[in-house]
């Protein structure tokens, strides 16, 4: 099995930053892609960032600009660093891996448990 616990989330006043960590772990061979949605009460999962094994990101283009994803490949770990936060980015954060190599011809796709960002003054 393959889980991703993440870890940073909180209470942050606007303008403020957070970071947020996602660590893999369990029995996997690889994993190319990993990145972040969120969820807002009331609104679709969007992907906020994701990175490749080789360091191509990707943002949705309401956090270009702030937020920052970076990763350790041999910690199988992807960061966010989250900054000018806007109240509007409160949510729940989500890890996620969609193509986990778990075997030589076996792929999985992982998801965290999620971890709440709230910006509020």
């Known amino acids: 099995q393959v889980q991703l616990v993440e870890s940073g989330g909180g209470l942050v006043q606007p303008g403020g930053s957070l970071r947020l960590s996602c660590a893999a772990s369990?029995?996997?061979?690889?994993?190319?892609?990993m990145g972040w949605y969120r969820q807002a009460p009331g609104k679709q999962r969007e992907m906020v960032a994701d990175?490749?094994?080789?360091?191509?990101?990707n943002y949705v283009d309401s956090v270009k600009g702030r937020f920052t994803i970076s990763r350790d490949n041999a910690k199988n770990t992807v960061y966010l660093q989250m900054n000018s936060l806007k109240p509007e980015d409160t949510a729940v954060y989500y890890c996620n891996a969609p193509k986990v190599r778990t075997t030589l011809y076996r792929f999985s796709e992982v998801w965290g448990q999620g971890t709440l960002v709230t910006v509020s003054s």
């Open positions: 990175i490749t094994s080789s360091g191509g990101t």
């Open positions: 369990g029995s996997f061979l690889s994993i190319n892609t």
